[in-house]
């Protein structure tokens, strides 16, 4: 396991649009890491029906009713939550992590919002002993105001046109001054 004991643990949540690399970016940061804890999130379609699903960072894809968070709508931000499935699948997720480890959050958004034991669980983990790379929607949904806002919380925000020079300074905050990435 990778514990970075000499490094501060950095907390570091990317914030932007859909399409603009906040999960590129966080698989290529943690490429480099040996076990990483936390989730994503992904839609995936079923006899046409589109689900949200949580699963465990970086895992094989597993779509199952009890990890499905919610529903997409019929336009783009009107996906329907499924807050039990943050506070028992989602708070599972985030639970007995090792002091120094590496925690991905992809991607905290609206949906959680009616959550309260999973959003308590995501910011004792921001604002504990681990090292935390995470992407955020772009809303001023006050639970996401209040994550970006914790003391220790670095929040880079990430577009398409930014994304080059964000992803450079992402770099160099997570691994270092000199780390480098590709051209995305």
């Known amino acids: 396991m990778t514990v970075h004991q000499n490094h501060p643990p950095i907390k570091l949540l990317l914030c932007g649009p859909s399409g603009a690399g906040k999960s590129w970016l966080i698989r290529h940061l943690c490429r480099e890491e040996t076990l990483v804890f936390g989730f994503t999130t992904g839609f995936h379609e079923t006899g046409g029906v589109q689900g949200l699903y949580i699963q465990r960072a970086f895992s094989v894809p597993c779509f199952t009713p009890s990890n499905c968070i919610g529903y997409r709508g019929g336009r783009p931000g009107s996906a329907v939550g499924r807050s039990q499935i943050f506070e028992t699948e989602g708070v599972s997720l985030l639970r007995d992590l090792p002091a120094g480890a590496t925690v991905v959050m992809d991607e905290l958004g609206y949906l959680e919002a ?64 000199n780390a480098q990435l590709p051209l995305l």
């Open 114 to 177: 009616e959550s309260p034991k999973f959003l308590g669980r995501v910011e004792e983990i921001l604002t504990g002993d681990f090292r935390v790379l995470g992407a955020i929607k772009p809303l001023p949904f006050p639970h996401l105001l209040r994550l970006q806002a914790l003391p220790g919380v670095t929040v880079l925000h990430l577009t398409p046109e930014t994304r080059q020079d964000v992803a450079q300074r992402a770099a160099a905050l997570w691994n270092g001054p």
